[in-house]
């Protein structure tokens, strides 16, 4: 996969303390943070969030009321040639009585590419097969590769992307994420929204988490597993002697589970080992038990529904 290499210094997108009302109610509130180059970021949040008012400021189709948006460290409009910088997948899309090919066609001269480009990105998301047929025809999930087709026909540098697993199969869905790890080991940049973590946690390296248009958490993957404490799946001779070890150590946050291991949380394998040791007991075997990433979405972003204000606007 190419990927355009000439940049400017700094990160590939900076959204600066953004904010943004509607009446009286507020979509962004201050919402900062950095998608560095070379990188797959995942902004999640619930529905009526800001992700998607988010995405369409660090774009210039939404003016903030304060704040500043940055691509490539300038606003989105002071860019040469946007559509070569920047592809955008953002909803909408192709009018159903055309075909793909004739679709991307159409796109084709305001960009400054040739036909040939169209042929390539058709065969880069799987549907080089089916370009002659009508989107019309499309299923959804065929449609958003059509949108993202068209978001690379720039051959851009930058990939901004708003829920485009929506209307994927597991398939497609694994096809996404490699072609988006693919983009960032070429060298391009990726934003990319959604509501559900569990389908993008395979690819992204940082997260930004939105909950009632502000930022709750901005980091990477493992900072964010890190926000919540290890546990420690452990097998053992004797698991109610250990439990009773451990919480004479004041370590008190050990379950037996349904297939007999004690489930430890917050205590390193060094602490239960020796603790098994003192109480009697042998450890035939320790698996630490990963992070459920979605349940720590969960516990920091509270769904709720958009204000009747927002609708359509701060998704």
């Known amino acids: 996969m190419h990927v355009t290499t000439e940049t400017s210094p700094g990160h590939a997108l900076?959204?600066?303390d953004l904010t943004k009302t509607?009446?009286?109610?507020v979509a962004a509130s201050r919402i900062g943070?950095?998608?560095?180059?070379?990188?797959?970021t995942g902004l999640f949040g619930p529905v009526g969030s800001g992700t998607s008012t988010t995405l369409r400021m660090l774009l210039g189709l939404v003016q903030p009321d304060e704040g500043a948006a940055l691509v490539e460290g300038v606003p989105y409009a002071a860019l040469v040639e946007p559509g070569r910088t920047v592809g955008a997948v953002l909803g909408g899309g192709a009018?159903?009585?055309?075909t793909a090919r004739a679709?991307?066609?159409?796109?084709a001269p305001v960009l400054g590419v040739a036909d040939s480009r169209v042929e390539e990105v058709l065969a880069l998301v799987g549907l080089h097969d089916v370009a002659g047929r009508r989107v019309g025809e499309f299923s959804l999930g065929m449609r958003q590769r059509?949108?993202?087709a068209a978001a690379l026909l720039g051959t851009p540098r930058i990939l901004v992307l708003d829920e485009p697993t929506d209307g994927l199969d597991p398939g497609g869905i694994v096809w996404l994420r490699d072609f988006l790890r693919g983009f960032a080991r070429a060298g391009g940049s990726v934003l990319v929204s959604g509501h559900v973590v569990r389908e993008l946690e395979g690819i992204v390296d940082h997260v930004v988490i939105l909950d009632r248009g502000s930022v709750v958490f901005h980091g990477?993957?493992?900072e964010l597993r890190g926000t919540r404490p290890t546990r420690i799946l452990v097998h053992s001779s004797n698991p109610a002697a250990l439990a009773l070890g451990l919480a004479a150590s004041g370590h008190t946050d050990a379950v037996l589970g349904p297939d007999g291991r004690l489930a430890v949380t917050g205590v390193g394998e060094t602490v239960i080992r020796s603790t098994a040791h003192a109480s009697g007991v042998t450890v035939h075997g320790t698996v630490v038990s990963a992070v459920d990433l979605e349940q720590i979405y969960l516990s920091l972003a509270t769904p709720v529904g958009p204000h009747p204000a927002l609708t359509g606007a701060r998704r």
């Open 146 to 148: 059509l949108a993202l």
């Open 33 to 40: 943070f950095v998608v560095p180059r070379g990188s797959v």
């Open 220 to 222: 990477s993957i493992g």
């Open 14 to 16: 900076e959204a600066r």
């Open 22 to 25: 509607y009446g009286t109610a």
């Open 95 to 98: 009018h159903p009585r055309r």
């Open 103 to 107: 679709h991307l066609r159409t796109l």
